[in-house]
């Protein structure tokens, strides 16, 4: 499943990027991020989080709660966060893709593409799908809001 969304906003990249290149920056502005907490860096150095997803479908919850490492970081441009659980089991693949692009030559307005790709099957299936893809909708418009 992949789930991709772009949006506009009124600031430079530094300012957006500010609030998409830190996953402990997400509980402010996206509902399915319920929690994050940094850990040490991995053996590579790059930065690592726990991130406890949560999404409620009906009067169930559903709750997940991934080791998440930054593989790619460009300031102001890119972000990629990939699962990067250390338990030697076989996990399903989450990746977010963060870019940003200026719009404008004076960085009065910026794009950002948000590309959510999941591999496995808790949280597939139809009714789940739209549930996160409602998650992600709702999170970007409360991150317009953030910035704006």
Avoid: C
């Avoid at 402010?28 to 994050?36: K, R, S, T, Y």
């Amino acid at each position: 499943m992949e789930i991709v969304r772009e949006l506009v906003a009124p600031v430079p990249p530094a300012a957006l990027f500010h609030h998409v290149g830190d996953l402990g920056m997400y509980p402010a502005w996206m509902p399915l991020i319920h929690d994050v907490q940094p850990l040490d860096a991995g053996a590579d150095g790059l930065p690592v989080w726990s991130v406890e997803l949560r999404a409620t479908v009906g009067p169930f919850a559903r709750s997940k709660r991934l080791r998440m490492q930054r593989t790619h970081h460009a300031i102001n441009e890119l972000a990629v966060f990939e699962r990067s659980e250390n338990d030697d089991r076989q996990h399903s693949p989450w990746t977010l893709r963060v870019a940003i692009v200026p719009i404008d030559e004076d960085d009065a307005q910026t794009r950002l593409t948000m590309t959510l790709s999941y591999g496995g099957s808790l949280w597939a299936g139809p009714i789940l799908e739209r549930v996160l893809d409602d998650q992600v909708r709702r999170g970007s418009e409360a991150l317009l809001a953030l910035v704006s």
